[in-house]
């Protein structure tokens, strides 16, 4: 009996198709408590896709369509290493989704909070007050991140951080909806810390951004050389954006530190390298080390300049043959190689958008769930998943700038130096602050 009524459902919904998509959308919806829409809804469930497969069965979605936020530095001083090309990354991972689900109707709204803390929040308070988004993804500064992270918390809202350094997002401020996607800085810094020491680089200096990723960074750096028997000999702090460091770099030399260690990113780090190099920095006998490097610093200061330099990331497009084919699709569209921040983006906005459609709806606790149980199934981290203070736990890698005559391809600036496990990249739970696990051992 089943199997007559499928198919003269599916022979009436080929009369509907030819009379136009408004047609056969008003049969589905009709025939959507039918045998054949349960029959249909049941092999989306074993796909992964649930409802979303088809036009007008996304009923359990608030408004019809599951709306998703990037907010980040669209101009500014970070704006190079994620900026408008999260915004592209995002779009690349809806189509992908779409050609498995094109039934859900996903938008990507775009902001500038302009590495200012209260206009973030006020972005980001009115897309879950009044604008209806769903999840917020990027967001790419420490200092705004922790101002969202408590907003989305109250509101019982998704927010995936990418290039947020701070360890507080996943230790002391930590939220049951708030995910680290990319990196903290203790990821950033602790397998790097370790190996130089381990080769007699055993004092330190650092010029760092005076907000809460370069500050949290020194600490975290500062707490790594303690516990392995080197020493920090200071630190200074300069103003989001500062154009001359002059007197930073003066008083680096003068510590006569074995490593000058810079915690800052994107403009600010590319113009400190540059007054390196001027100052005749890069022949002395002080190492220049750049705790947070993003693939479009090395091509804005040029291989001449940061040749040499080492850094830890967690993605890099020229790792193997599926990062290389996402290097070369986002390329055609943002004209530059994708930065970790970017990868990291298309990977979280596809797996929200799949948890979403194996949950069969964009209720936020009932996505939360299929996120902390679906392993990522994507170029970036394949395998990975969500650890219990809602880190996704990948591996890492030490890599180092190459010599201007070894880079021969564009964009092509990394030597891979070694790989961090993930089982090694991590503070451990045991030594975590995050609330969240004290919450789950009650």
Same mark, same amino acid.
């Given at each position: 009996?089943?199997?007559?009524?499928?198919?003269?459902?599916?022979?009436?919904?080929?009369?509907?198709?030819?009379?136009?998509?408004?047609?056969?959308?008003?049969?589905?919806?009709?025939?959507?408590?039918?045998?054949?829409?349960?029959?249909?809804?049941?092999?989306?469930?074993?796909?992964?896709?649930?409802?979303?497969?088809?036009?007008?069965?996304?009923?359990?979605?608030?408004?019809?369509?599951?709306?998703?936020?990037?907010?980040?530095?669209?101009?500014?001083?970070?704006?190079?290493?994620?900026?408008?090309?999260?915004?592209?990354?995002?779009?690349?991972?809806?189509?992908?989704?779409?050609?498995?689900?094109?039934?859900?109707?996903?938008?990507?709204?775009?902001?500038?909070?302009?590495?200012?803390?209260?206009?973030?929040?006020?972005?980001?308070?009115?897309?879950?007050?009044?604008?209806?988004?769903?999840?917020?993804?990027?967001?790419?500064?420490?200092?705004?991140?922790?101002?969202?992270?408590?907003?989305?918390?109250?509101?019982?809202?998704?927010?995936?951080?990418?290039?947020?350094?701070?360890?507080?997002?996943?230790?002391?401020?930590?939220?049951?909806?708030?995910?680290?996607? &990319?990196?903290?800085?203790?990821?950033?810094?602790?397998?790097?810390?370790?190996?130089?020491?381990?080769?007699?680089?055993?004092?330190?200096?650092?010029?760092?951004?005076?907000?809460?990723?370069?500050?949290?960074?020194?600490?975290?750096?500062?707490?790594?050389?303690?516990?392995?028997?080197?020493?920090?000999?200071?630190?200074?702090?300069?103003?989001?954006?500062?154009?001359?460091?002059?007197?930073?770099?003066?008083?680096?030399?003068?510590?006569?530190?074995?490593?000058?260690?810079?915690?800052?990113?994107?403009?600010?780090?590319?113009?400190?390298?540059?007054?390196?190099?001027?100052?005749?920095?890069?022949?002395?006998?002080?190492?220049?080390?750049?705790?947070?490097?993003?693939?479009?610093?090395?091509?804005?200061?040029?291989?001449?300049?940061?040749?040499? &330099?080492?850094?830890?990331?967690?993605?890099?497009?020229?790792?193997?043959?599926?990062?290389?084919?996402?290097?070369?699709?986002?390329?055609?569209?943002?004209?530059?190689?994708?930065?970790?921040?970017?990868?990291?983006?298309?990977?979280?906005? &596809?797996?929200?958008?799949?948890?979403?459609?194996?949950?069969?709806?964009?209720?936020?606790?009932?996505? &939360?769930?299929?996120?902390?149980?679906?392993?990522?199934?994507?170029?970036?981290?394949?395998?990975?998943?969500?650890?219990?203070?809602?880190?996704?736990?990948?591996?890492?890698?030490?890599?180092?700038?190459?010599?201007?005559?070894?880079?021969?391809?564009?964009?092509?600036?990394?030597?891979?130096?070694?790989?961090?496990?993930?089982?090694?990249?991590?503070?451990?739970?045991?030594?975590?602050?995050?609330?969240?696990?004290?919450?789950?051992?009650?």
């Amino acid at each position: 009996m089943i199997i007559a009524d499928i198919g003269r459902d599916a022979s009436e919904e080929g009369k509907m198709a030819g009379q136009g998509i408004g047609a056969l959308r008003s049969w589905h919806v009709r025939h959507c408590r039918s045998a054949f829409g349960l029959v249909l809804a049941l092999g989306l469930v074993a796909l992964g896709l649930v409802a979303f497969a088809q036009p007008g069965l996304a009923a359990d979605v608030s408004g019809g369509v599951i709306r998703i936020g990037i907010v980040n530095d669209q101009a500014g001083p970070l704006s190079d290493l994620a900026g408008p090309g999260s915004v592209v990354a995002a779009k690349m991972a809806v189509e992908d989704f779409q050609k498995a689900a094109p039934g859900l109707k996903v938008d990507i709204v775009v902001a500038d909070h302009q590495n200012k803390p209260d206009i973030g929040a006020q972005i980001v308070r009115k897309w879950f007050d009044v604008d209806g988004v769903d999840m917020v993804a990027d967001v790419g500064n420490s200092a705004v991140a922790l101002a969202i992270q408590s907003i989305a918390r109250d509101k019982n809202k998704i927010v995936i951080y990418s290039a947020v350094g701070t360890t507080d997002i996943g230790g002391k401020q930590c939220s049951r909806t708030g995910l680290m996607w &990319l990196h903290d800085n203790y990821n950033l810094v602790a397998g790097s810390v370790r190996k130089l020491v381990s080769q007699g680089y055993d004092s330190w200096f650092f010029i760092a951004s005076d907000y809460a990723f370069g500050r949290n960074m020194v600490d975290v750096s500062q707490r790594v050389l303690a516990e392995t028997g080197a020493k920090s000999l200071g630190a200074v702090f300069h103003p989001l954006g500062n154009s001359d460091y002059s007197s930073f770099l003066l008083q680096a030399q003068a510590s006569k530190a074995k490593v000058v260690a810079f915690a800052n990113a994107g403009e600010q780090l590319v113009t400190s390298m540059k007054q390196w190099n001027e100052f005749g920095m890069n022949t002395g006998p002080q190492k220049a080390v750049a705790e947070l490097m993003f693939l479009t610093d090395v091509h804005a200061m040029g291989a001449e300049t940061a040749k040499g &330099l080492t850094t830890v990331t967690a993605w890099y497009w020229a790792l193997n043959e599926q990062t290389r084919a996402f290097g070369q699709r986002f390329y055609k569209r943002h004209n530059a190689m994708p930065t970790a921040p970017q990868a990291a983006v298309y990977s979280a906005v &596809l797996q929200y958008l799949r948890a979403a459609a194996a949950a069969g709806t964009d209720e936020t606790n009932a996505v &939360l769930d299929k996120m902390r149980s679906m392993p990522v199934d994507d170029f970036y981290a394949p395998g990975a998943r969500l650890r219990a203070d809602n880190k996704l736990v990948h591996d890492f890698y030490l890599v180092e700038v190459k010599k201007p005559s070894d880079v021969k391809a564009p964009w092509d600036y990394y030597n891979v130096v070694e790989t961090i496990p993930a089982a090694d990249a991590y503070v451990p739970l045991s030594q975590s602050e995050c609330p969240l696990l004290r919450t789950s051992q009650n």
